[in-house]
């Protein structure tokens, strides 16, 4: 029979890997650092899945709180998150962040065991999302997502996910366009053979046909595949301005010119295969800037930190809506732990709500009867009452995402398109000037030919290829140090800053790394007492003081209870011992303003644990390493606490400023913009949303890719802050490699320049042109890019 102890060996959790406690749970001869992971394990073993450990040393994840999951039965919330349903079946897809590795995908993918109504499990894991199907007769939504948690899967649900938003992915009609172009390429180098070898005059019906059927292949090619660089130039042209696509248009209509006046009057072979394959490989060049991350999204709104439905109270009966439904006048009932979805008045109860996500103030607000309760605070103690006075859409949290303001009039053109108007201008005067010379002479037929071939063989193509193949190589780089940057657009904005600006909490600080502290002193048998009480709490911030404690042994505890919202209490060795926050302590007992874990024993007072967040690593560093070459700056949302630490860090010009609003962090960024600063502003929450979304370039920190980061350009691991001025200078070193590359370019062009102008360039010349200095840029950018990435310290 298996046994559950308590057992004293040193070890690490079977199930999750933490470092175990001197007191842990055992069951079947392994060791589990509290009852969640215990529990996932009993429940695996009982349907014979415990081959979840063989492909990985302890892959699963700590357990967190059960949450309410009624919403789930409601069938209009239903109908959003699933993706069909017919008579018997149902599919629907999920969002798991603690996906990881090839344990979670065989666990998933047998879930049948644990539920034979699940018929059917599909992982994604590169956006950590799991396809579910399953008999919605024999098993509902609710129980599968209880599965889900039971076994360390929380699915992730939020408003974004009923929210049918297009994916900024590739899309499918670039797709198509890339395999219609390399299909026609193909057959035209294939028709084109017998030209290159000189065959084509040995047969004339063979090669007139030839002729025609590349003619055909080139129809599609330019008036599908190649339809929106002339949509672009059109574009451009109307906003009297010159960008990159303005001269590829030309090109490609010269060319597919070329090729139709030389097929129908019988002049040459025309320049084909030089169309077909210039719009292929442009294609694919915008193929590589488009690509992105799947499995990070960079354009979260409040939408991916609220719930998707909220408690009502209606006749006194508890009933579940969506968000959406959310109407001036409702009654919502909001538990501990939940979130306020909408601005509203506190009617019932005792508020004290943790609004760190959107002020960046620590401590907890209490709220009084009657007081305003503004959306995205997260209720700290009992259930409260609210009445809604504006609905989730309007709200003062939304309102930062609304803004039609946003980084108006503070965007860069590119490199390509700032080129273009100079590079276009300089291949008419010589397409001119080489028609001028030949009109001269007489000789009008040579004078076509020339004009059109200066402007063939003067193609910015690679120009057009090595920027995104470069930044592309960059994005690599950047990916494999913890850095994730939006697209190759964005990589061009970091190499063009002069301003930083940096949030405090959660940015130049940690949540990870953060220290337990006690104001006061505790015997070791008071401190073996309030670990034996905190041993029994679920509660995140009482797991880190027990873990702090880290105890040698357990006293049993009689009459244990939980004050929802206030804290714990038992009899342990005879002595009523209280853990939790101020407000379960008598008036005038304990400071209410100090936050953290207050300790009572038979009445008494004992202290306080209190989380003190740690500055990141190499923090001193990175700010002696920046303020050379920018304008540091600090908004802070918090109190001015660490405002001393912060001077001895930054130099006396830098700026300090605290106790700032979401809005105020806004306006700042704004009025640096309006003095002809290039913000790059780094914060965490959604107090910075404002200011992340107006910067720049805006780059959220995270201790964890996965979890909530606010609307931004790029996701920062923080444990990689060190590294931004090596991130910055390595996207800088990326446009001089744009550079060098536009002029190796340039002198291929100059060769074929050299037989346009006379009019002799042939098909195979150019066809021998373009491959060639193709394959010199993309092997010079990726070889570049590994000198200076490895030069930056970020490549081994």
């Known amino acids: 029979m298996k046994s559950s102890t308590l057992t004293h060996q040193s070890s690490v959790c079977y199930h999750c890997g933490d470092q175990l406690p001197n007191v842990k749970l055992s069951y079947d001869n392994k060791d589990f650092c509290c009852v969640g992971c215990r529990s996932v394990y009993q429940l695996l073993s009982a349907n014979n899945m415990c081959n979840y450990y063989a492909y990985n040393d302890a892959p699963g994840q700590r357990i967190a709180n059960e949450g309410h999951y009624e919403y789930l039965d409601e ?94 992915s590739v899309n499918k009609q670039l797709i198509w366009k890339i395999a219609i172009a390399g299909f026609s390429m193909g057959n035209v180098m294939l028709f084109s053979f017998p030209e290159y070898f000189g065959l084509s005059s040995i047969e004339k019906e063979f090669q007139q046909l030839f002729a025609w059927l590349n003619l055909a292949f080139c129809i599609p090619v330019t008036f599908y595949c190649a339809k929106d660089y002339f949509t672009s ?94 109407a001036v006048g409702d009654r919502l009932l909001i538990r501990n732990g939940e979130l306020v979805p909408a601005d509203a008045i506190l009617m019932k109860g005792e508020a004290w709500l943790d609004m760190s996500f959107v002020t960046g103030e620590a401590a907890p607000q209490q709220k009084v009867l009657g007081e305003m309760v503004y959306a995205g605070g997260r209720q700290m103690g009992e259930a409260i009452e609210l009445e809604v006075v504006k609905p989730a859409s309007q709200s003062y949290l939304t309102g930062l995402w609304n803004k039609d303001f946003y980084k108006s009039g503070v965007k860069k053109r590119s490199f390509n398109d700032r080129i273009a108007k100079y590079f276009s201008v300089g291949v008419f005067i010589i397409a001119f000037a080489a028609t001028a010379y030949w009109l ?23 120009l057009a290829l090595s920027t995104p193949f470069t930044l ?106 209280y853990a939790g926050s101020a407000r379960g302590l008598s008036d005038g007992v304990a400071d209410k303003e100090e936050a953290g874990v207050h300790i009572a024993i038979d009445g008494i007072y004992k202290g306080c644990f209190s989380l003190d967040q740690q500055w990141r690593d190499g923090i001193d560093s990175l700010v002696k390493t920046l303020e050379p070459a920018y304008q540091l700056k600090v908004l802070s949302g918090d109190t001015n606490k660490d405002e001393e630490m912060l001077r001895s860090v930054f130099s006396a010009n830098a700026e300090i400023v605290f106790n700032q609003s979401p809005h105020q962090k806004l306006e700042a960024i704004k009025r640096l913009q309006e003095r002809g600063s290039k913000v790059m502003m780094l914060g965490d929450g959604l107090n910075d949303a404002g200011a992340l979304k107006q910067a720049n370039f805006g780059v959220a920190i995270t201790d964890n890719i996965n979890n909530f980061t ?57 066809a021998i042109l373009m491959p060639l200095s193709t394959i010199t840029i993309i092997s010079f950018t990726s070889i570049a890019t590994r000198y200076f990435a490895k030069k930056n310290g970020l490549r081994g």
């Open 233 to 326: 130039a059109l574009a451009s042209l109307k906003q009297h301005y010159i960008n990159l696509d303005t001269p590829l248009a030309l090109i490609i209509a010269v060319l597919f010119l070329r090729t139709a006046i030389s097929t129908i009057f019988h002049t040459g072979p025309g320049f084909a295969d030089t169309l077909t394959g210039l719009v292929f490989l442009l294609l694919m060049g915008k193929w590589v800037k488009q690509r992105s991350y799947q499995h990070i999204s960079f354009d979260r709104d409040y939408r991916s930190y609220f719930p998707i439905a909220i408690t009502t109270l209606k006749d006194h009966r508890e009933k579940p809506i969506a968000i959406g439904e959310i």
């Open 75 to 168: 069938p209009s919330i239903i109908k959003q998150l699933i993706n069909y349903q017919d008579e018997d079946n149902t599919i629907v897809t999920f969002y798991i962040p603690a996906i990881h590795c090839s344990s979670c995908i065989w666990l998933l993918e047998h879930l049948y065991k644990i539920n034979a109504a699940i018929f059917s499990s599909r992982i994604d894991f590169l956006k950590r999302e799991v396809t579910i199907s399953y008999k919605h007769k024999k098993v509902s939504l609710r129980e599968i997502v209880r599965i889900l948690s039971s076994i360390g899967y929380e699915p992730l649900i939020s408003l974004q996910d009923v929210v049918k938003e297009k994916s900024n």
């Open 710 to 766: 606010p609307g931004c350009d790029a996701i920062l691991s923080g444990s990689q802050i060190g590294l931004l001025p090596q991130f910055i200078q390595l996207s800088k070193d990326g446009l001089k490699i744009v550079k060098l590359s536009f002029a190796i370019a340039t002198a291929y062009n100059l060769v074929g320049v050299y037989y346009a102008v006379q009019g002799t360039l042939y098909p195979l010349i150019a």
């Open 440 to 462: 001269w002479q007489n000789d009008s037929t040579k004078a076509w030919a020339a004009f059109t071939a200066v402007i063939i063989v003067a193609c910015p193509c690679v």
């Open 472 to 577: 592309s190589a960059i994005l690599a780089v950047f990916d494999q140090k913890g850095f994730y940057v939006k697209n190759t657009d964005a990589v061009e904005q970091l190499a063009d800053l002069d301003t930083i600006v940096f949030d405090k909490t959660g940015t130049l600080t940690s949540t990870h790394q953060s220290e337990i502290t006690f104001n006061r002193n505790l015997t070791q048998h008071e401190r073996l007492m309030v670990a034996s009480l905190l041993y029994n709490s679920s509660h995140p911030l009482s797991r880190q003081v027990f873990k702090s404690l880290n105890p040698d042994k357990i006293y049993p505890i009689a009459k244990y209870h939980e004050l929802v919202g206030r804290g714990i209490g038992g009899v342990i060795e005879g002595c009523i011992v």
